[in-house]
């Protein structure tokens, strides 16, 4: 008797073994209730992880297929009122909206757009994650920064595997697995006093930017960048230090002019007001109630935290990007993460409203001033 039991369990040991490895398997069957078919879905994911191989390009997925990924995205920022003012301007009708793929238009709109992210590290790699998964069909990565073994704390494309590698071109992977026809270019420099406008100018414009989401962590390169934008009239997106903070709860997008407790963010205000003469400088504390005075808002949505950093040994107010891997106050995956989702956010909104796509408002006089440059 105890010769069938054991002969039984070897068969059933062996029998989940092979199901086991089949579930492995390079190429599934999905049924698609959607599509009234069945479908082969190639497991990109497994044949990159099980191959090693760094030069897979992937080919790009229906149409169908993409409905089907970022429709979720459509249905959620999808106003019924502003399709059925459409039609009733078309047609001059009152026409009740019951279309079930009104939807669409809002994915279609996020597939067309074009979003530059210049820093792809702690934030910036959450964010452009964040801005594919949405849909968005045009990404431009900007960073000339290699993955080191102190990243991976806090970067999503930080792995063993991937120390050594350059952060766009994992990044670039990463964004085709999720989707295929995502036309993402990889600029391979820093952003710099020098060449900001430049880079704006030449390559951003052309290839029909609509925001930028800047995640760069140095003074001077994160006010030149923004500076540039403002004189050309993109809208920007930035996002402020993520260091010594453990509580993402207090993380808040607001106007650029709002921001506190953030040192990064007040440095480069400083030099936005004094050093390239965009805004008005603030009233002066001298018989003046400040609490009454108005500031107007510059029209750059930023992302920052409230949370007060105890810690006295603060870096965030140094003028360069070009630090170590690693800071001295400490950071957390779950804190810059926030950072980019909050970022994003406000990017895939200000795509899906046009009325929100609003454009930095700055002093008149200061287009007549020439860029500044490095001194």
Not at 51 to 74: A, C, K, Y
Not at 303 to 326: H, W
């Amino acid at each position: 008797m105890k010769s069938p039991a054991r002969l039984c369990i070897f068969l059933l040991t062996v029998f989940q073994l092979l199901f086991t490895s089949t579930s492995f398997s390079t190429q599934r069957i999905h049924q698609s209730r959607r599509l009234g078919k069945y479908k082969e879905v190639v497991d990109t994911w497994a044949l990159y992880e099980v191959s090693g191989d760094t030069s897979i390009e992937l080919n790009g997925v229906p149409q169908e297929d993409i409905s089907l990924r970022f429709s979720g995205v459509g249905r959620l920022y999808h106003d019924p009122s502003q399709t059925k003012k459409q039609q009733e301007e078309e047609s001059g009708d009152v026409i009740a909206c019951s279309s079930d793929d009104a939807h669409m238009e809002v994915v279609e709109k996020l597939s067309k757009s074009t979003v530059a992210i210049v820093g792809i590290g702690g934030v910036g790699s959450w964010a452009a994650e964040a801005v594919c998964r949405s849909g968005v069909g045009n990404i431009i990565l900007m960073d000339l920064d290699d993955i080191c073994t102190s990243n991976i704390n806090r970067q999503l494309h930080a792995l063993s595997s991937t120390v050594g590698q350059m952060k766009i071109d994992e990044m670039k992977k990463r964004l085709l697995l999720i989707n295929p026809n995502c036309n993402v270019t990889l600029v391979h420099d820093f952003i710099g006093v020098d060449n900001a406008e430049d880079i704006v100018q030449t390559q951003f414009i052309p290839a029909g930017v609509d925001i930028i989401l800047d995640a760069i962590d140095g003074t001077d390169e994160k006010a030149a960048l923004i500076a540039a934008a403002c004189r050309n009239q993109v809208p920007v997106v930035t996002c402020g230090g993520a260091a010594g903070r453990v509580d993402p709860t207090q993380i808040v997008c607001d106007d650029l002019s709002k921001s506190n407790q953030c040192r990064l963010l007040f440095w480069c205000k400083k030099q936005l007001r004094d050093k390239y003469k965009l805004f008005p400088k603030g009233p002066s504390t001298k018989g003046v109630n400040i609490k009454k005075h108005r500031t107007r808002k510059w029209r750059i949505w930023s992302v920052f935290s409230e949370e007060v950093i105890t810690k006295k040994n603060d870096n965030s107010s140094s003028t360069s990007s070009l630090r170590t891997c690693d800071g001295p106050l400490g950071t957390a995956c779950f804190v810059t993460g926030t950072y980019g989702f909050v970022a994003a956010s406000k990017v895939i909104s200000m795509l899906a409203n046009e009325d929100e796509l609003i454009k930095p408002k700055i002093l008149k006089s200061a287009l007549a001033l020439p860029f500044v440059e490095s001194k």
